[in-house]
């Protein structure tokens, strides 16, 4: 599976034609799971684990992999199902999200696959709000599942929301509170993070779940005579999200004469030189790793007074 993906550097032209890879592996049954190939590093076979005390269960353990200590998490048991038993024949996917590199512990690894993020739906409705689905899609006549990763991480390890005191003096929260900021991404934890951190500097923000659904909205501002950049100071937006991704709505938004100069921050769990260049390729402002609430609000700060002319 190793030499799967060496290829991965070649797949950047996937990116902004929203589309993707999916890294296809199997949990505690017969349910298909899918991942980003761009945050997936390595596939290797379970490693020796050093169980830590007092660590959370859903780590089964630390393991030394190529001189770096990582935590290995056991997706199975983080999603609320059994635990996975036979490590001896499990997988360890190596991931990096948010600037953190680890392992997610699954029974099998399949295959990957290119799909169209047209393709990959939003959670059906009915599941109910307890649930670790970000988007659904199939493969084969099977559906595939892929996991709310950031709520997974939240529960094991949470982040903190607070801001720094000296973060915001009055002058800038009196401004701030005039000010709104269009958020978009499809994980209800990482709204909730943002919207939270922006509600700390006392800015009003509106939540859209992806992309298709905030590029309907802002259409739909236009239509009622008004301006997106004169709406909101600016937009902050995911990368991976169902139906369209943040590079394709940010190639939508400048393409449109009435809403190209909204200002754009992409804030994702993907990180690396490879999303910085496709910033400057697709238009966007800015780039944000996530979550750091400081680093987060300082930049949506530096945007308020830019708007203000200071």
């Known amino acids: 599976m190793a030499g799967v993906l060496d290829s991965v550097n070649q797949r950047t032209q996937l990116v902004g034609q929203n589309r993707l890879e999916l890294l296809l592996f199997r949990l505690d049954g017969k349910q ?65 999200y948010n600037t953190k590199v680890l392992g997610f512990l699954v029974r099998s690894v399949e295959r990957i696959v290119n799909m169209n993020w047209e393709d990959i739906l939003p959670p059906p409705k009915g599941v109910g709000s307890d649930h670790y689905l970000t988007a659904v899609t199939h493969v084969d006549d099977q559906m595939v599942e892929i996991i709310d990763v950031e709520k997974v991480l ?24 005039f000010s709104r900021v269009l958020v978009v991404d499809d994980s209800s ?11 700390n500097l006392g800015i009003e923000t509106v939540a859209q779940n992806d992309g298709r659904q905030a590029l309907n909205y802002l259409k ?31 190639t939508e938004v400048r393409q449109d004469p009435v809403m190209r ?6 804030h994702t769990s ?37 708007a203000d002319g200071n």
């Open 189 to 199: 934890v990482a709204r909730k993070q943002i919207i939270r951190c922006l509600q």
């Open 154 to 177: 939240a529960e094991v390890a949470p982040v903190s929301e607070l801001l720094s005191v000296s973060i915001a003096d009055e002058e800038t929260h009196t401004k701030a509170s």
């Open 270 to 306: 993907l990180s690396g030189v490879f999303n910085q260049s496709m910033v400057k390729r697709v238009g966007a402002d800015d780039f944000l790793a996530k979550f750091r609430p400081d680093d987060l609000a300082n930049r949506v700060i530096e945007r308020i007074r830019a």
């Open 220 to 250: 739909g501002l236009i239509a009622d005579g008004k301006k997106p950049s004169e709406e909101f100071v600016m937009m902050i937006s995911d990368i991976e999200m169902p139906e369209m991704d943040g590079y394709t709505l940010t």
């Open 261 to 266: 100069d909204m200002h754009i921050l992409l």
């Open 32 to 96: 298909l799971y899918g991942i980003n190939v761009f945050k997936v590093k390595e596939v290797l076979q379970c490693p020796r684990l050093t169980i830590m005390p007092r660590s959370s269960p859903v780590v089964r353990g630390v393991a030394n992999i190529r001189g770096s200590t990582l935590s290995i998490l056991d997706l199975s048991l983080a999603t609320g199902k059994p635990a996975l038993l036979d490590l001896n024949n499990s997988f360890a996917v190596i991931v990096e």
